[in-house]
């Protein structure tokens, strides 16, 4: 049976040890280990080449676009299952043609601005002569990948007379494009053809002496656009320089 002051003893002790279990003054607590960093695998397509330039289709017009070549490049989240893909979509500008109210020549330029990175899956496979034998690759992969850009108008003119759109017209919110192929992911792999369907939105800061956002959504605005392009594996991996 303890006694009084053996049991003050105790308690002291027990003190001192919780006190000196404790960080000293000024001191801190060492940091919590760090997660090991995701698994990103680089990768770059180039978009578009001589056999099926990158095309978008207007629906309302009737008329194609046709874009210089362009790139995509990014990275995977692995080699097995499905991963998250993201990447960066770079098309240059270029000069469309169209024939308003089916008589009147209309000419603009027209931009693509990626709002952000382009985000996904992809559900990777194995085995040239067996899910990656479309691709003719060792490595290949299911991407369900969507890129939502805005479509900017500029350097417009109707009927051969200047049309002033002002300096930022283009679309109010950024069309959607999905891209969902089998696309190779190991090199030498020959160019896979995509195609995606999306809705144009409504325009949107078209005022030059006007605004003339109301008429540009009435001539471009809608659904049943259509993105066309060969994707070209161009590097993989180790292969992609930084």
Not at 56 to 77: E, M, N, Q, R, Y
Not at 176 to 193: F, N
């Amino acid at each position: 049976m303890l006694t009084r002051t053996s049991l003050l003893l105790v308690l002291v002790t027990a003190a001192f040890s919780l006190g000196a279990a404790e960080a000293a003054p000024g001191e801190t607590a060492p940091p919590p280990r760090q997660q090991a960093a995701a698994t990103q695998i680089p990768f770059g397509f180039t978009l578009g080449d001589a056999q099926q330039p990158t095309t978008s289709h207007v629906a309302k017009f009737g008329s194609d676009i046709t874009f210089p070549p362009g790139t995509f490049d990014g990275s995977l989240g692995g080699l097995t299952n499905t991963v998250p893909i993201t990447g960066k979509l770079a098309i240059p500008p270029a000069n469309g043609y169209f024939v308003a109210f089916r008589f009147m020549p209309t000419t603009g330029r027209v931009e693509i601005i990626p709002d952000g990175d382009a985000t996904g899956t992809a559900t990777v496979h194995t085995g040239k002569d067996k899910d990656c034998k479309a691709t003719q690759t060792n490595i290949c992969a299911d991407t369900d990948v969507t890129a939502k850009v805005f479509i900017r108008l500029s350097d417009v003119k109707v009927d051969g007379r200047p049309l002033d759109v002002g300096p930022d017209c283009r679309t109010a919110q950024p069309a959607a494009v999905t891209i969902k192929a089998l696309v190779p992911i190991s090199p030498p792999a020959p160019p896979v053809k995509v195609t995606s369907t999306f809705t144009t939105p409504e325009f949107a800061g078209c005022v030059g002496h006007e605004d003339v956002s109301r008429l540009l959504t009435g001539l471009v605005s809608g659904p049943g656009n259509t993105f066309v392009s060969n994707l070209q594996l161009r590097c993989f991996s180790t292969g992609c320089k930084s």
